[in-house]
């Protein structure tokens, strides 16, 4: 059974940083594009980051410049390094993995939550 587990979540001041890291199996991290989520109370779950199997990536214009995803492809892993966090970053942080074709599974992780605030 494919997980995501995530971790790195936190309390954290304005102009601080947090990496946030995603887990998943072998067996679909080598061919799915891997994302981050965020869903702020109240509001729908938007797109942070992306990156495909091939490492191209992707960002939410509300944080290009700040943060940087990556993928590490010995480990299974997905990361979200988040520098300069603003009280607005404060959200629920779900780690994605899309499929390379639309008949395949969609797989989230957990959520981990991030609160920037002073």
């Known amino acids: 059974q494919v997980q995501l587990v995530e971790s790195g979540g936190g309390l954290v001041q304005p102009g601080g940083s947090l990496r946030l890291s995603c887990a998943t199996s072998r067996s679909i991290f080598s061919i799915y594009a891997m994302g981050w989520y965020r869903q702020a109370p109240g509001k729908q779950r938007e797109l942070v980051a992306t990156v495909t199997s091939g490492g191209s990536t992707k960002y939410a214009d509300s944080v290009k410049g700040r943060f940087t995803i990556s993928r590490d492809n010995t480990k299974n892993a997905v990361y979200l390094q988040m520098n300069s966090l603003k009280p607005e970053d404060t959200a629920d942080y779900y780690c994605?993995?899309?499929?390379?074709?639309?008949?395949?599974?969609?797989?989230w992780g957990q959520g981990t939550q991030v609160t920037v605030s002073s």
């Open positions: 994605n993995a899309a499929p390379p074709l639309a008949t395949m599974r969609v797989y």
